[in-house]
């Protein structure tokens, strides 16, 4: 060796010991051969930890790979090794000359896949011209690779077996360190298991009513939502615990609503589902309504069944079919044929269809959408005549506040009726009060025969609303409006008996007293006719709990 022999041209071997005589002379000159044993003990020490580390970390590395790399089997790219720590410097790195796997040294390596190892070969000789070359092996220039225990270390890459020395047991033990495989479903389903109580369906209402039209009413309801008409009570536990009669989604209302000169009496029963399956809507109710009029009062007692079809969720098709009995008592005059025939009892039959296309926001206070029904009826028993009825209501929106309260409202609506030349005059139109025409008397805007109100069979009645609000709460809203329209005894429109009433209206909505706001209404008529009973205040107020 030469003086310009470098500390990298050397084998690793003498590079070594060179470097070990380096680290024993380079102590203190007073030093004990104790001492310099102590050094180079420890930097043996040193180097072995960082071999160590290089092994971890190669392992890792490997493991890592094997469960993130889509193909685990391709070999690693090989860097050179990090030099040890030391303050007395390394040697560099070997010159890049080696062929070594897939890497940026050659092209891949043959042994790549996993589980393949390479064949030992014995390094050849070093050249003539460099005796201290890197060494090459075989004819591709791959490295061997060396065998622990059955598995394979081939550049960075572990590929199985039991890992050597200080690794043991660092991993989980397993032939082929590989990932438990989790078996996805093919059809992702999962089971939901919903736990729920529920809700009060049952409620006890009390109010009242006064009104222009009908006077002072009281208000007594029963209304159950989920009721049950075939789970009947085995106990009296039953009863008392609201077990009995509930379950099915069924509807049962009884009313009672006494007043000064009306009265009605309700039941209903109502099935959303006919059998519990078919889209088909079954409704029961019987009814008793009795009603003193100024020209004679009123007792009628009957009952209903229906059957509906929900074509679409706002179009939808019913078929029913009623019977009553009708009394008239106690005329104010003898002097009227058509009330003299209908005095005593009168049985009426009838049948009918309707058909109604709801597409409203709200049923009490819509501010979009429109109502529109139609319907047919022929009725039979001591008279026979037909009935026709069409009704459309419709609501604009004009404006609102940001966050949906201030609508201003525009309505239109429109009821046109026809009826046969048999009806009875307890059957007729009546016009004139809050829910006709505004600004008459309770049936004040029909005809007349002898001063008293027959009514007629045919009706067209117009109605424009502006609504809009008065108060930043909606507590208080502003109407103007204009009722037009007539009742006729024929079918016909006749200008002399035309009716029109514009006024306004206050509402107030008061949530403790129930949905419906409180009305008041002025209306002034300047058109009608000269048998027509006027009132320009007209009212409804209700309230229940």
Do not use: C
Not at 343 to 364: E, K, Q, V, W, Y
């Amino acid at each position: 060796m030469t003086s310009k022999t470098t500390m990298n041209s050397l084998p690793l071997e003498s590079r070594f010991k060179s470097w070990m005589r380096a680290v024993t002379q380079s102590s203190e000159p007073d030093a004990s051969p104790n001492s310099k044993h102590h050094t180079a003990s420890r930097w043996i020490d040193d180097i072995n930890r960082s071999l160590l580390t290089r092994v971890s970390a190669s392992a890792l590395i490997a493991l890592s790979s094997h469960f993130l790399s889509p193909s685990a089997g391709v070999a690693q790219t090989a860097y050179p090794p990090p030099a040890p720590p030391s303050s007395y410097g390394a040697p560099p790195p070997a010159p890049a000359t080696t062929t070594y796997g897939q890497s940026v040294y050659g092209g891949p390596s043959a042994y790549g896949a996993p589980g393949t190892t390479a064949p030992a070969t014995s390094a050849a000789a070093p050249a003539a011209g460099n005796p201290y070359a890197a060494p090459t092996y075989g004819g591709n220039g791959a490295a061997p690779a060396t065998t622990y225990q059955g598995g394979t270390y081939q550049g960075d890459v572990y590929q199985g077996g039991t890992l050597p020395g200080p690794l043991q047991g660092s991993f989980p033990s397993s032939t082929s360190l590989a990932p438990p495989v989790v078996s996805q479903p093919t059809v992702r389903e999962a089971d939901l298991i919903i736990q729920g109580y529920p809700a009060r369906t049952g409620r006890l209402m009390f109010g009242g009513a006064v009104n222009s039209d009908a006077g002072v009413t009281g208000q007594v309801t029963i209304d159950e939502r989920n009721f049950d008409i075939s789970r009947w009570p085995t106990s009296f536990g039953d009863l008392f615990s609201g077990t009995a009669f509930r379950g099915a989604g069924q509807t049962f209302r009884v009313e009672a609503a006494p007043g000064s000169d009306y009265q009605r009496y309700t039941a209903q029963f109502a099935d959303p589902n006919l059998l519990g399956y078919l889209p088909i809507s079954m409704s029961l109710s019987g009814f008793l309504y009795d009603r003193n009029f100024d020209d004679w009062d009123e007792n009628r007692l009957g009952g209903r069944a229906s059957f509906g079809y929900r074509v679409t969720p706002d179009l939808s098709v019913s078929l029913g079919m009623s019977g009553q009995n009708v009394e008239i008592t106690d005329p104010r005059v003898n002097t009227v044929p058509e009330l003299n025939a209908v005095l005593g009892d009168n049985a009426l039959f009838s049948g009918m269809a309707s058909l109604i296309h709801d597409t409203r926001n709200s049923p009490l206070q819509p501010s979009r959408g429109h109502y529109f029904e139609l319907s047919f009826e022929q009725t039979f028993g001591d008279y026979e005549y037909s009935t026709f009825e069409a009704e459309y209501r419709k609501y604009w929106l004009l404006r609102e506040r940001a966050d949906g309260s201030g609508k201003q409202t525009l309505s239109y609506s429109v009821q046109l009726g026809f009826s046969g030349d048999e009806t009875p005059i307890f059957e007729n139109y009546f016009a004139g009060g809050y829910a006709t025409l505004r600004g008459f008397d309770f049936r004040g805007a029909s005809p007349v025969i002898n001063g008293v109100e027959v009514g007629g069979q045919f009706q067209w009645l117009n109605s424009v609303e502006y609504m809009f609000p008065l108060t930043a709460d909606d507590a208080f809203r502003g109407v103007a409006f204009v009722d037009f329209g007539t009742v006729e005894q024929d079918i016909e429109i006749d200008a002399d008996n035309f009716r029109v009433a514009p006024g306004f209206g206050l509402r107030v909505a008061i949530p403790m007293l129930g949905p419906a706001p409180l009305a008041f209404d002025f209306a002034f008529p300047v058109a009608m006719a000269d048998t027509d009973d006027e009132r320009i205040f007209s009212f409804y107020m209700s309230a229940i709990r």
